[in-house]
């Protein structure tokens, strides 16, 4: 008997997806990963898991956005930010932001871009424009 299987991680990350004889579910994971079995068709781009079950991703909720200039610095607010949410900023750091707000100064006018990514929705661009 196929069944068709979801691999995830502990973070419930999709990691990939597949089809395999039942007697052959424990071989489709790799170290530190776990295995669901599914009548779902779902992908990473659609789903994740949670508890042990597939929920789909959600839109995240309103980014607030805020700039103030002080003394020829710019500080760039981002609120209303899930937990968990990983953010790459414009030059490529990587932040993990748990407390709803991101806050960095900026020297100069010009656009910044924000990847929110987290497991329970779509990843999202903010751009603030400075």
Same mark, same amino acid.
């Given at each position: 008997m196929i069944v068709s299987y979801v691999v995830y991680d502990a973070l419930g990350n999709i990691q990939r997806v597949g089809g395999c004889a039942k007697c052959d579910l424990s071989l489709q994971t790799e170290v530190n990963e776990l295995v669901l079995v599914t009548e779902i068709d779902c992908?990473?781009? =659609?789903?994740?898991v949670v508890? %042990?079950?597939?929920?789909?991703?959600?839109?995240?909720?309103?980014? =607030?956005?805020?700039?103030v200039n002080?003394? %020829?610095?710019?500080?760039? =607010?981002?609120?209303n930010i899930p937990a968990? =949410?990983?953010?790459?900023?414009?030059? %490529?750091?990587?932040?993990?932001?748990n407390d709803g707000t991101l806050?960095?100064?900026?020297?100069?006018p010009d656009e910044y871009r924000f990847l929110l990514e987290n497991v329970r929705h779509f990843t999202r661009e903010v751009v603030v424009n400075v």
């Amino acid at each position: 008997m196929i069944v068709s299987y979801v691999v995830y991680d502990a973070l419930g990350n999709i990691q990939r997806v597949g089809g395999c004889a039942k007697c052959d579910l424990s071989l489709q994971t790799e170290v530190n990963e776990l295995v669901l079995v599914t009548e779902i068709d779902c992908s990473d781009a =659609t789903h994740y898991v949670v508890d %042990g079950d597939l929920k789909e991703l959600q839109d995240f909720p309103a980014i =607030t956005q805020a700039v103030v200039n002080a003394n %020829g610095e710019y500080t760039i =607010t981002l609120t209303n930010i899930p937990a968990e =949410t990983s953010v790459t900023w414009s030059d %490529g750091f990587i932040s993990e932001e748990n407390d709803g707000t991101l806050e960095c100064v900026v020297a100069f006018p010009d656009e910044y871009r924000f990847l929110l990514e987290n497991v329970r929705h779509f990843t999202r661009e903010v751009v603030v424009n400075v």
